[in-house]
């Protein structure tokens, strides 16, 4: 009796609390599509959030790059002019470095190490960013990346000699490329369709979520399942808007991104069939599986080198730690 008795009165201080706070909207901004899977997981953050919250956290979402390129984004949580994003790793590393060790190529097992190995090591890691103005909330998913071009299948390291491939602005990633004797292009998503289209590039480098809902397949020739990287997605929220939220405000906005990371990423799961068969349907790419995957791990192994040499290796075995 005395425990339910408490347990109401919890409930009603929480609501009291919720109800004599000020409404706060915050926006964020990412640079997938709307169907893709962490466009679909923003919008059920959002919903998770504006239902929890009994409507008084009310979080705008902009897809597509409406709010600027991933960069744009991290750079604008720093400066307070942007609320929340969702951003790979890889383009956090250039605001917090030591996380960049995720999109060493081949450095996971399989997808279930990855998310042991991020929720763990990854969001210690992740700490290291809020002397930068962000905070990270939960490190979601984007997928397995996969090699397109317009030259030929990839199926060995050799495949990729001379291509002019388009990456992150990412020194892994870079290091990954000329490691395989391809020439990294730099360049940012919103650009990527039109630049393919044109021939300014010969191919690129994504998850199929990306590669279908952006339709690069409409534009190459070729889809190699390579698999070289994970590439995952954290949830960042600026520290300035954090300090908007009541400390109850912040614990519905910090479950509702753990809820979504694991909704989302099982979501994923479903979903890279679905788009692996789409892309397939459309009939303009030619699909391969014949990949040497061991080749290109050992091809790859100086971007592996040249990330020991800047922050030693404790990261590294870290990862590989995790069971």
């Known amino acids: 009796m005395l425990r339910t008795l408490f347990s109401t009165v919890c409930a009603l201080a929480l609501t009291a609390s919720l109800a004599m706070a000020a409404p706060v909207t915050l926006k964020l901004g990412h640079i997938a599509e709307p169907e893709n899977v962490y466009g679909q997981g923003a919008d059920h953050f ?17 897809p597509s790059s409406q709010l600027g390129n991933q960069r744009d984004l991290v750079e604008g949580l720093g400066l307070g002019t942007v609320d929340m994003t969702l951003t790979g790793t890889a383009v956090m590393g250039n605001f917090v470095p030591e996380v960049a060790v995720f999109d060493l190529p081949f450095i996971f097992r399989d997808v279930d190490h990855a998310y042991k190995a991020l929720d763990t090591v990854g969001m210690d890691l992740a700490k290291k960013g809020e002397d930068r103005g962000m905070i990270t909330l939960a490190i979601w998913e984007n997928g397995v990346r996969h090699m397109t071009n317009n030259k030929r299948p990839i199926k060995e390291p050799e495949d990729m000699k001379g291509l002019k491939v388009r990456v992150m602005e990412q020194p892994v990633y870079i290091d990954m490329m000329k490691s395989l004797g391809a020439s990294p292009t730099p360049m940012a998503m919103s650009e990527l369709y039109t630049s393919l289209q044109k021939g300014v590039i010969d191919g690129q480098e994504n998850p199929l979520g990306h590669i279908a809902t952006k339709k690069f397949n409409e534009v190459q020739k070729y889809l190699s399942l390579t698999g ?3 590439a995952s997605e954290p949830l960042l929220i600026s520290t300035s808007a954090w300090k908007k939220l009541t400390p109850e405000q912040q614990a519905i906005v910090k479950q509702a991104a753990i809820d979504t990371r694991d909704w989302e990423r099982q979501l994923c799961r479903d979903l890279e069939g679905k788009f692996l068969q789409q892309i397939k349907d459309a009939g303009t790419t030619e699909v391969n599986d014949d990949v040497n995957k061991e080749a290109f791990a050992k091809a790859t192994k100086p971007a592996w080198d040249n990330y020991v040499k800047r ?13």
Do not use: C, M, P, W
Request: proline share 0%; glycine share 6%.
């Open 228 to 230: 070289h990287t994970y």
């Open 46 to 62: 959002a919903k998770l959030v504006k239902e929890r919250s009994n409507g008084e956290i009310d979080i705008q979402v902009f």
């Open 311 to 323: 922050f030693g290796d404790a990261n590294i075995k870290a990862i590989q730690a995790v069971k």
